[in-house]
């Protein structure tokens, strides 16, 4: 898994940064968090 793939945990809620087309097609690289 590559760094900017990796998951960044703050306490008990889970981020996963966005690097990749999303459903919409546009290309992110926000951190959004896992729920």
């Known amino acids: 898994m590559k760094d900017f793939e990796k998951d960044l945990i ?3 809620t889970v981020y996963v940064r ?3 087309f999303n459903e919409n097609g546009i ?3 926000s ?3 896992l729920a």
């Open 10 to 12: 703050y306490g008990e």
């Open 31 to 33: 951190v959004r968090p």
């Open 18 to 20: 966005v690097d990749a």
């Open 27 to 29: 290309t992110e690289g």
